[in-house]
């Protein structure tokens, strides 16, 4: 009786915590294909799972941030979805890289041509953005999900830095540190000149090599010429011999 109640309490306590849990892999997130590095461009991508039972999801919004306006939105198709991307003039003068923007993208709808997103499965909504902000370290995405039920759900809280996740929190796309472009330039010189010590030291081995080449014909030379000079004398001497045996023979 104490195992069944144990394992009774085990199994609530399982199951409470799994209720707990649960919202916290059922949000609308968003998340870069790569990286988001402050003031260039990149591919996210909505992430949006079914949270419910009886109804699938057919309409997504999704809205851009005012603050810091992205000039440049671009969805990916989606197979069964409608995407509808909203501009709208700046409500006062807004630069981004130097250039003025008289339109900004505000929201991005997606919406379901058949069944949507149905129970127990999930899509990502990708896009390309940019030029992402300079001076930001995050964007917030407020996003509305609605279901075939007519069940809207309003993902718009902002999570707030040091207190609990809220219920419905906004996706918050984190960016990055700027990248460097001199470290790329400056790497493909160190490239190139490594390259080049290389070619020059292989130049030099190669002189080097000729070098020591010639040296070797210079004294095989200089060694068959001494060689001919002693062959010359010997020559010379046994010649001088032989004519000095041939007058002694004749005088005697």
């Known amino acids: 009786m104490k195992a069944s109640r144990i394992a009774a309490a085990g199994v609530t306590a399982g199951i409470a915590v799994l209720a707990l849990s ?3 892999f059922a949000h609308v997130s968003v998340q870069p294909e790569g990286t988001a590095a402050k003031g260039g461009y990149a591919v996210v991508d909505f992430k949006v799972p079914n949270e419910r039972d009886n109804a699938s999801t057919t309409k997504l919004e999704v809205n851009f941030p005012t603050d810091h306006p992205l000039a440049s939105v671009m969805p990916e198709p989606v197979p069964g979805w409608k995407a509808v991307v909203t501009k709208s003039k700046p409500a006062k003068p807004l630069e981004s890289h130097g250039e003025k923007l008289t339109e900004v993208v505000t929201k991005v709808t997606w919406t379901a041509d058949g069944k949507g997103v ?3 499965y999930f899509q ?7 030029a992402l ?5 995050q964007l917030v995405f407020k996003t509305i999900q609605t279901y ?3 069940e809207v759900v309003r993902w ?7 207190q609990e996740e809220p219920d419905t929190p906004a996706p918050v796309l984190k960016l990055s540190a700027a990248e460097d472009d001199a470290h790329g ?6 490239a190139e000149d490594d390259a080049t010590g290389a070619a020059a030291r292989n130049t030099a081995a190669d002189a080097s090599s000729d070098s ?5 014909s210079d004294t095989t030379a200089r060694v068959l010429g001494i060689v001919g000079i002693v062959v010359g004398a010997a020559g010379v001497a046994y010649g001088v011999l032989a004519g000095r045996r041939r007058n002694s023979g004749a005088s005697a």
């Open 124 to 130: 990502k909504f990708p896009v390309s953005v940019g």
């Open 118 to 120: 149905e129970p127990g």
């Open 22 to 24: 649960a919202p916290a």
């Open 133 to 137: 902000p300079e001076d930001a370290d």
């Open 148 to 150: 075939s039920n007519k």
């Open 156 to 162: 718009i809280e902002v999570p707030q830095e040091g």
């Open 212 to 216: 020591g080449s010639g040296d070797g």
């Open 185 to 190: 330039a400056s790497g493909s010189s160190d």
